[in-house]
């Protein structure tokens, strides 16, 4: 699978990185007036980073029935300090999850369609085209 994964790039991992980011995003809009909720996201920079030096922070697998998740962004966690002036402790701010999510979401389309374009390639190439 080297050479698929050589094929593709980065573009396969900034695909799954930015699906759970959305993921995350999500859940802090959703939590927006849960008392004590701290928002979090990933430092998409870090882990596209990592990805290129070929370092993955992923889960460890520690028995071979574990599943594999192949999220690899689980380090790069990281937990929003935004001040709202409330004072039941949640951190999140709509204004800025909501650019963020929209951020991320032009980010996520551009990959798909650049993994979109890899994968094309790819079939193209075996079909000899």
């Known amino acids: ?18 699906a ?3 993921e995350l995003l999500a859940t802090n809009l ?8 701290r928002a979090r996201d990933i ?18 697998r520690t028995r071979a ?4 998740t192949g999220m690899p962004a ?3 966690m990281i ?5 709202t002036g409330l004072e039941d402790g949640n951190t999140v701010s709509k204004e800025t999850e909501q650019a963020a999510f929209t951020e991320n979401s032009i980010r996520y389309l551009a990959s798909l369609r650049f993994l979109n374009g890899s994968v094309q390639g790819i079939m193209k190439a075996l079909k000899g085209e």
Do not use: C, K
């Open 79 to 83: 937990e929003r300090q935004v001040r």
């Open 65 to 68: 029935g574990h599943i594999d």
């Open 30 to 37: 959703a939590n927006a007036d849960t008392p004590g909720y």
């Open 74 to 76: 689980t380090s790069h």
């Open 20 to 22: 759970r980011r959305a």
């Open 43 to 60: 430092d998409f920079r870090a882990v596209m980073a990592d990805a290129e030096a070929g370092i993955n922070r992923g889960l460890v």
């Open 1 to 18: 699978m080297g050479w698929i994964d050589n094929a593709l790039g980065t573009q396969a991992n900034s695909v799954m990185v930015g």
